[in-house]
């Protein structure tokens, strides 16, 4: 106290644990309480010798001392005024307004209160604000009193002078007192030092009832943290969790709004995830999102990774105005990280200039912190719960595509299957027909504008640089990626499995998505790995359709045969011949030709000789 040490503050716990930095801390602040409550105390001391015992400013300060409320503080003041034949008036000031509190006049034991009278501190004269009392030894001579309502308040009451004491508590205007005489030279030097006496009082009154509301504030506000902590640390939905959190920050603290971003999967963008009342529905269908790194609060919070608060944003040149939150004039974003993985950002505004102080970015601190942990329980859980979905809907698609069903009908099944799972992706496959190219055999996902390119050829483009080289490929985005010139604006992401089958590539699995980053590792490993099954499938397929073709090749063979058997003469056998041919391979025509030499040979006249043991013979 007064840079001397009087005091020291010893502390016992028969645990060591307790005693920690966090411990030591809050013993801090609680240290800077005692000090500056000491000091106030030996001020108001002094006030009170300073003053006339039997004095009603005095008895005020008396009051004042057990007094626990601000406007009952002030209201203490205008009675001693009342009583001591001053006219008075007290503004409290907050947020750049002053609120008429009460006034007092001589006779009048019983206050003028609840006139609900504010006014903008701009018009209030400047000169009027300043850390010394201004005296005005007459009213009447002021130009333009009447539009001034701090001097209107007195003269309209019939008061001759008057004077204008700032009520300034650390260099902060916290008030301002107005009193008024009906007499010219009542308002005096001496006077003016023991009413300045007075509101010595008041200040360290107030000082005093501030620092344990603040202290209470601080307690409220952790309690409240902790409880919206326990609150959302049950749910595994994340749409669920932000949707709380959001509402309850908002409700529980008192708050303008609430919003929670969320980084998306490339990190270039924060993007409105949920939102309190009617505007964050607006804020959410128009997909706001702000750039990480911009000069917006979202955007230096997001990228330096560190609380940002604005704690008067008409003042802030780099804050940039919601037109849907006209009110907002404080706003403070807490980053939501989880280790070293950026996950978003909690933003809170308030209609209250410097409603954030740093015991409250504290408390959001922790709160941020909270959320965090639990946000990427929730992403785990779910990520673990999606993949297993993957797996069970493969395992079931293979089990379809196992039955006896051909090649095209295991392309049309498999894309619409696939589709089901990833209902906003686009799903293709390719398969060769030569060495040198693919055809497409299907594809399904109607939300593109655009098709699928209808053939790859090897080692043309990506997809046929994916076909040469035989390797997955996993692209997050693909404008950030500068061989890939050949696809639409609409396709952001993709992933290539080759379909192989030994050392040889028969296919190209394609999953295609609209946004970029939709398509991870996980879901990357899950189908390369699947993609080995499909390939068996469709080698199976092939290899059994091929088995079934050589046997119906067989099958025709040998009726063609056993027809032509049945024949006795070259004729006919000629003749049977091109009709089995035909009706076998469906074709329109056949022909045999014979070489005219052997045309000549006499073993084809049929009536060459009339024995039909001879003609049998022949």
């Known amino acids: 106290l007064d840079e001397q040490t009087n005091a020291v503050l010893n502390i016992h716990a028969s645990d060591g644990k307790l005693i920690d930095d ?8 609680i240290i800077e309480h005692i000090i500056s409550g000491w000091q106030h105390l030996k001020s108001t001391e002094k006030s009170y010798f300073s003053l006339n015992q039997e004095s009603p400013l005095y008895q005020a300060g008396i009051k004042l001392a057990g007094c626990d409320n601000i406007n009952a503080a002030f209201l203490i003041v205008l009675q001693a005024l009342e009583q001591a034949n001053f006219t008075a008036g007290i503004f409290s000031i907050d947020n750049d307004q002053a609120r008429l509190v009460a006034v007092a006049e001589p006779g009048n034991s019983k206050l003028d209160v609840g006139k609900d009278l504010i006014l903008p501190i701009s018009n209030i004269p400047l000169n009027f604000l ?3 009392p201004t005296i005005i030894n007459d009213l009447y001579t002021i130009k333009d009193a009447e539009r001034t309502p701090v001097i209107s308040l007195i003269r309209n009451r019939n008061c001759q002078s008057g004077a204008i004491l700032p009520i300034a508590i650390n260099d902060h205007l916290s008030g301002l007192l107005i009193i ?5 030279d009542a308002i005096t030097s001496q006077m003016l030092n023991s009413i300045d006496n007075l509101l010595s009082v008041l200040k360290v009154t107030i000082s005093r009832i501030e620092a344990y509301r603040l202290i209470a504030q601080q307690v409220e506000q952790l309690q409240i943290a902790v409880e919206i902590s326990r609150d959302i640390a049950g749910s595994l939905s994340i749409e669920e969790i932000l949707k709380k959190s959001v509402n309850l920050v908002r409700d529980r603290f008192g708050f303008y709004h609430a919003s929670v971003f969320i980084v998306d999967s490339m990190g270039e963008f924060a993007a409105i995830q949920e939102s309190t009342g009617p505007v964050g529905e607006q804020l959410k269908l128009s997909k706001h999102k702000l750039a990480i790194g911009s000069n917006s609060l979202v955007g230096k919070s997001t990228h330096y990774r560190q609380p940002v608060v ?4 008409t003042a802030d040149p780099s804050y940039f105005p919601n037109p849907f939150l006209p009110e907002t004039r404080a706003e403070l974003v807490m980053p939501l990280i989880a280790g070293n993985q950026l996950l978003g950002a909690l933003d809170v505004q308030s209609t209250r200039r410097n409603a954030f102080d740093p015991d409250s970015i504290h408390i959001f601190q922790v709160l941020a912190d909270q959320l965090s942990s639990v946000i990427i329980n929730a992403r ?11 797996n069970q809907a493969l395992q079931q698609l293979t089990a379809k595509l196992t039955s006896e069903i051909s090649l095209q009908e295991i392309f049309n099944l498999t894309v619409t299957e696939i589709f089901q799972i990833f209902p906003k992706h686009r799903i293709s496959i390719y398969y060769f027909v030569s060495d040198r190219l693919m055809d497409l055999m299907a594809t399904a996902g109607g939300s593109f504008f655009s098709m699928p390119a209808n053939v790859v050829r090897r080692s043309e483009g990506f997809l046929g640089s994916v076909w040469e080289s035989g390797k997955p490929e996993l692209v997050k985005d693909t404008l950030a990626v500068s061989d890939i010139s050949n696809f639409e604006d609409e396709v952001r992401s993709m992933l290539v499995i080759p379909l192989s089958y030994g050392k040889e590539i028969r296919g190209l699995i394609v999953l295609e998505g609209k946004e970029p980053g939709t398509i991870s590792e996980e879901i990357q490993e899950i189908f390369e790995t699947w993609s080995y099954n499909l390939s068996a499938i469709i080698s199976n397929s092939q290899l059994v359709q091929q088995i079934r073709q050589q046997v119906d090749r067989q099958k025709k063979i040998n009726q063609v045969s056993d027809s032509i058997r049945q024949s006795l003469d070259i004729q006919t056998i000629l003749e049977t011949t091109t009709i089995e041919i035909c009706q076998t391979l469906g074709a329109w025509q056949a022909k045999i030709e014979i070489d005219p030499a052997y ?6 006249i049929s009536n060459a000789n009339p024995n039909p043991e001879e003609e049998h013979h022949k």
Not at 22 to 29: D, G, K, R
Not at 180 to 184: E, P, T
Not at 310 to 313: G, K, L
């Open 22 to 29: 966090e411990l030591i801390l809050i013993m801090q602040e």
């Open 130 to 132: 300043g850390p010394q």
């Open 180 to 184: 008024g005489s009906k007499d010219d």
């Open 310 to 313: 604005s704690n008067d944003v």
């Open 380 to 390: 785990l859980y779910n990520g673990s719960q999606m993949n297993l979905v993957i």
């Open 599 to 604: 045309l000549n040979n006499d073993l084809l």
